[in-house]
């Protein structure tokens, strides 16, 4: 592609208007220690991903039909500062073990993302570590965008690093050396049985990059889905001009958690008509939780937990469910070492009995598979006030309702034309729906 080239994103797969993916922290789940001794060739291998093989029915029996997997590759600390993106970390297991997981998981029916960490390498990446031997006659220095001017034999190699994070060394995004990787590791995974590519860090990465690598992979692998993670900046922009299939909502995941906690539905509401305008340019990536944030049933109160879960099914995207939240489990990020530990707890061997809000999610899960209209469909905000919203999704033919009442007395919403009840509770009467204190109803036509 020319750089005066207009990018082409393709039609997103057919496939993924059906998916909804459980998120999970592998080295976190399995309880392997995210901050060893010891260097990575020195450790043993130990076969963990069974672990995980072992919550997957628990996936189908919620509904779902897709796992995100966090970092799997050989690394030396939490995963996000890669040593060698062709290897099975060694505290999850080897290729055999993956191969496994990936079989027993589609055999159930259910697809598997695999999280690429593609901005940066740890600092102990054979290829950064030539750097540090042999300067810029080292085979690898293409990779990595360096200044070579004023260095000496023995000084510090003056590379750049992600969000100042010294164990993390950025990669040089402009080179063909970094492209070449790029698609060598991501086909490669396909290869293997993989479904598509949660891209780490894609807001840092030039647009232009993934212009050029993923038509690369899609000539191989058409059926691909890629979602970049973007925190921030115009995301139907990015998307069209990286080609990228996704992104990740933060900004409708913002407004559920503050619109709640708060007590302010404007924010909330606010956050669906903007997050309706992206639907014109693509499908967004949407959750309610994932590993680096607080954990929903703390961030909003348990009791509000089934109030984020309604939207998160209700509205348009591709869910994205953090295992353990339809527990209700609690943990809060906190801005230190060691702060995203709370959120990457280490799960049991095999599932915990369900708990009411695994009921709740069974049943809106249940609801959008009936539905995978809602996963393009617009919402209107058909009432609000500082306490209380319904929100209106539907097609042609047909309408999805989710009413929210936050305050601590009963109210009385409009129906906006719906007939029945299918989750939560409600008094539907006279085209109106009676919600108790801090009640929530989803309802259909």
Known sequence: MTPDTEPVRPHEPDWVQHVLWWHLYPLGFVGAEVRPTSPVDDRPVEHRLDRIEGWLDHVVDLGLNGVLLGPVFASSTHGYDTVDHFRIDPRLGDDADFDRLVRTAHDRGVRVLLDGVFNHVGREHPAFRA???????????????????????????????????????????????????????????????????????????????????????????????????????????????????????????????????????????????????????????????????????????????????????????????????????????????????????????????????????????????????LHRAHTDVVHLTNTAIVLRTATGTDSVVTALNLAADPVELPAADATQVVAGGGDLRDGTVRLQAEGWVVLTA
């Open 131 to 373: 750097l540090e031997s042999d300067g810029p006659d080292a085979a690898t220095a293409s990779l990595f965008g360096i200044d070579w001017s004023g260095w000496t034999p023995g000084a510090p190699v003056p590379v750049g690093n992600f969000e100042g994070h010294d164990i993390l060394v950025a990669l040089d995004h402009d080179a063909g050396a970094t492209e070449d990787l790029v698609v060598e590791v991501m086909t490669h995974w396909l290869g293997r049985g993989v479904d598509g590519w949660r891209l780490d860090a894609a807001y840092a990465v030039p647009p232009a990059f993934w212009a050029r690598v993923l038509p690369r992979v899609r000539e191989r692998f058409p059926e691909a889905w890629f979602s970049g993670e973007v925190i921030h900046g115009d995301a139907a922009a990015i998307v069209r001009d990286s080609t990228m299939d996704s992104t990740t909502q933060y900004e409708l995941w913002q407004g559920i958690w503050h619109g709640i906690a708060d007590g302010n539905c404007f924010e909330l509401g606010h956050a669906i008509e903007r997050h309706d305008a992206l639907l014109r340019t693509f499908v967004p990536s949407t959750f309610v939780g994932n590993h680096d944030v607080t954990r929903i049933a703390s961030a909003v109160g348990e009791r509000f937990a089934p109030h984020a879960a309604a939207v998160l099914f209700t509205v348009a995207g591709t869910p994205i469910v953090y295992a353990g939240d339809e527990y209700g489990w609690t943990g809060v990020k906190e801005e230190r070492e060691g702060g995203d530990d709370a959120v990457r707890p280490e799960f049991p061997e095999q599932p915990s009995a369900p708990v009411d809000l695994t009921h709740t999610y069974e049943a809106l899960i249940a609801l959008r598979r009936r539905h995978p209209w």
